[in-house]
């Protein structure tokens, strides 16, 4: 089973916790055990796995990844080399194990889309495979 869902950006860099909408798609699809897989197909955005209870996780994982590659004068003209970097280095893809009908992720992790372009609308394509 494919799905896709569209996830609404308000920022330039942000993570939106995107957990919900995949067990929503997790227990449409009946599958009991078996993996899901998560793709985003942008070049300034990415998927991670991370602590989804404190919010100022999300705040220093933003703050570090700015650090890292702050917003410079880069040769790509359309001003957002940072972005594509930022993307690379997060990933475009996640893949979780379902057991039970459920994704099997430790107590405080979510899966997250990473906005380093926005705002924007972005597609999140997810593949469930199993039983």
């Given at each position: 089973m494919i799905k896709e869902i569209t996830v609404k950006t308000s920022k330039r860099n942000e993570l939106i916790d995107i957990t919900n909408k995949l067990e929503e798609i997790v227990k449409e699809s009946?599958?009991?055990?078996?993996?899901?897989?998560?793709?985003?197909?942008?070049?300034?955005?990415?998927?991670?796995?991370?602590?989804?209870?404190?919010?100022?996780?999300?705040?220093?994982?933003?703050?570090?990844?700015?650090?890292?590659?702050?917003?410079?004068?880069?040769?790509?003209?359309?001003?957002?080399?940072?972005?594509?970097?930022?993307?690379?280095m997060m990933g475009h893809s996640e893949t979780i194990i379902i057991k039970d009908s459920k994704l099997l992720l430790g107590t405080w992790q979510g899966i997250m889309l990473c906005e380093f372009d926005g705002p924007r609308s972005r597609k999140v394509i997810v593949k469930v495979i199993g039983d």
């Open positions: 009946e599958v009991k055990d078996g993996i899901l897989v998560v793709f985003v197909p942008h070049t300034t955005a990415g998927i991670t796995i991370n602590e989804n209870s404190d919010p100022d996780v999300k705040d220093d994982s933003l703050a570090a990844l700015e650090e890292i590659v702050p917003k410079l004068d880069f040769r790509h003209n359309e001003g957002n080399s940072d972005s594509h970097i930022k993307s690379s």
